[in-house]
C-alpha cells in the first residue's frame, strides 16, 4: 500500500513538474529589458536602426496552425495605444524570427507571413520613439493560432487583433521599456 501510495505520488509530482516546464514561452537574444538603439524607430523624432528583434518560442499548444506576432505600446498617449508590429500567418512549422525579419524591403520573415499595417499605417515593424517623458511598456507577444487569418497587409490593427484573439489557443509576452529623456 505505501509502494503505491509512493508511486502515485512521484508520478504526480513529475507530472507536475513537466507540465510546468513546457509552457508555451516567447524569448529574444537582442531583448534585455530596455530598447537598445538597434530597435528604436529611424522616425517620429528618434533616430534608431528600426531592427526588429530576434524572437523564438518553445512549447507552442496542439492543434497549431500558424502563429503571429505583435509589438503594442500601452502607454502612447493616444486613448488606445500604438500597434508598432503586426505579423501573422507565421507557419506552424516555424519557432523564430531573425532580427530585422520586421523590414519587409529585407524578406527575411519566413514564406507566407504577412506584416500588416501598423498604427503609423505600413507594414511592418517601426520601432519605438515615445514622446519625451515617463518610460512606456512594448508588449510584444506571439499568438498560437487554431487557423490562419484570412486578412491582407492593409488591415489595421484593430481588425487584426480583433482576428488574432477570436483564434488564439495561447498566447506569450515579453516585454521591453524605452523613455525619451529629451
Given amino acids: 500500500m505505501h509502494r503505491l501510495t509512493l508511486l502515485l505520488v512521484l508520478a504526480t509530482l513529475v507530472s507536475a513538474g513537466t507540465l510546468s516546464a513546457q509552457t508555451f514561452t516567447l524569448k529574444s537574444n537582442d531583448i534585455g529589458g530596455q530598447a537598445t538603439n538597434k530597435q528604436w524607430a529611424n522616425s517620429f523624432g528618434a533616430h534608431g536602426d528600426?531592427?526588429?528583434p530576434e524572437l523564438h518560442w518553445e512549447n507552442a499548444?496542439?492543434?497549431?496552425?500558424?502563429?503571429?506576432?505583435?509589438?503594442?505600446?500601452?502607454d502612447a498617449p493616444t486613448g488606445s495605444g500604438f500597434w508598432h508590429w503586426l505579423a501573422f500567418n507565421i507557419p506552424a512549422n516555424v519557432t523564430e524570427l531573425k532580427a530585422d525579419?520586421?523590414?519587409l524591403s529585407k524578406n527575411l520573415a519566413p514564406a507566407g507571413t504577412i506584416?500588416?499595417?501598423?498604427?503609423?499605417?505600413?507594414?511592418?515593424?517601426?520601432?519605438?520613439?515615445?514622446?519625451?517623458?515617463?518610460?512606456?511598456?512594448?508588449?510584444?507577444?506571439?499568438?498560437?493560432?487554431?487557423?490562419?487569418?484570412?486578412?491582407?497587409?492593409?488591415?489595421?490593427?484593430?481588425?487584426?487583433?480583433?482576428?488574432?484573439?477570436?483564434?488564439?489557443?495561447?498566447?506569450?509576452?515579453?516585454?521591453?521599456?524605452?523613455?525619451?529623456?529629451?
Fill in 50 to 52: 528600426n531592427i526588429s
Fill in 115 to 182: 506584416q500588416s499595417n501598423n498604427d503609423a499605417g505600413m507594414p511592418g515593424y517601426l520601432g519605438p520613439a515615445p514622446p519625451p517623458g515617463p518610460i512606456h511598456e512594448y508588449i510584444i507577444t506571439v499568438f498560437a493560432l487554431k487557423t490562419k487569418i484570412a486578412l491582407d497587409k492593409s488591415a489595421g490593427p484593430a481588425l487584426v487583433g480583433f482576428y488574432l484573439n477570436a483564434n488564439v489557443i495561447e498566447k506569450a509576452s515579453i516585454v521591453m521599456y524605452a523613455q525619451n529623456k529629451n
Fill in 61 to 74: 499548444p496542439a492543434g497549431t496552425q500558424a502563429f503571429a506576432v505583435t509589438m503594442y505600446d500601452k
Fill in 101 to 103: 525579419a520586421g523590414n
